[in-house]
């Protein structure tokens, strides 16, 4: 399997954080990745914290874990909504069991936490939700970029390019471990 | 010579197109490329016609031909201000002559104009500004990228990836070319 045959979801909602959604989607179509930016409906427009504009490809009840190979989850505060929704929960968690890469940055901890796959792993994300990433059972570290088996967390935009970099990493042994 | 070793500018001012700045800045650091970000001050904040704020790191009249190996020019309505700027437009012709990578899209075309470097050369540009790049003497694609010689052009945000692609390819055939 090669990367141009890696479908990969990025999860969008109001107010997500405008670099840390778009770096990874732009990034990953730099490395030939499909990537399908998931919403409440397909065709629709949500807007950044800072205003960037993006337009919906999928549902989030389109979001196969039999079709999609990674996932990709954004800060801002995109991930107070994503974490309500059981249909998103279920996709993060079914994606998790079957440890394909799952990168999260900022506050997209929320949505792990809520799918309950922090426990034992550890973790980077902002400061701001440290507790909440411990008090799930996470080993959360200051680092810019932290890997957990298939889990690679981040912490803020400036970290975008080493946490990118990483999570490629890690879609390409994906991707090795599961040739022909 | 390594990307380590380069070291890149990156122009900003009021109103920059949001992404057209930071892919292209996230990039180029995830490759390990220094890229300081220049403004009329050092340590000022722009924010992109989104609302994405910028922080500079150094002066226009810090921008030495000398120290600098590439360029990159985002778009937006900062190309308007930029082709107003004599040290600019002098930085923008040197490298150019000196054959080092320089990266435009969008409304940035507005700066190699004013620079003086469009005529006879191969270039895209965002739709709008079409007719004055081809005034100006360029030979004018519609394409996501166009690469002539040290210059790489494209037209939008959705560009973004071969964009990027296409200029780190033009950066390290300038590393190879300067070796030991």
Redesign the interface.
């Known amino acids: 399997m090669s990367l141009n045959e890696v479908k990969v979801v990025a999860l969008a909602h109001e107010a997500f954080e405008?670099?840390e959604l778009?770096?990874p989607v732009?990034?990953l179509?730099?490395e030939g990745v499909r990537v399908h930016i998931a919403g409440e409906k397909a065709g629709m427009v949500y807007h950044?914290k800072?205003?960037?504009?993006v337009t919906t490809d999928i549902r989030y009840d389109e979001m196969d874990p039999g079709t999609y190979h990674g996932l990709i989850i954004p800060g801002g505060w995109a991930p107070d909504k994503l974490r309500r929704e059981e249909r998103i929960l279920d996709f993060v968690s079914q994606l998790n069991q079957q440890g394909k890469p799952i990168g999260e940055i900022c506050h997209a901890g929320w949505v792990l936490i809520s799918a309950g796959i922090v426990q034992g792993r550890r973790v980077t994300s902002t400061p701001a939700i440290r507790d909440d990433m411990v008090n799930a059972g996470g080993q959360w570290r200051d680092e810019p970029v932290v890997v957990d088996k298939n889990l690679v967390s981040s912490r803020r935009p400036p970290d975008?390019?080493?946490y990118?970099?990483t999570y490629i990493d890690r879609l390409k042994a994906y991707c090795d471990q599961h040739k022909g």
């Open positions: 405008d670099l778009w770096y732009l990034r179509r730099e950044g800072h205003g960037v504009p975008l390019p080493i990118m970099k």
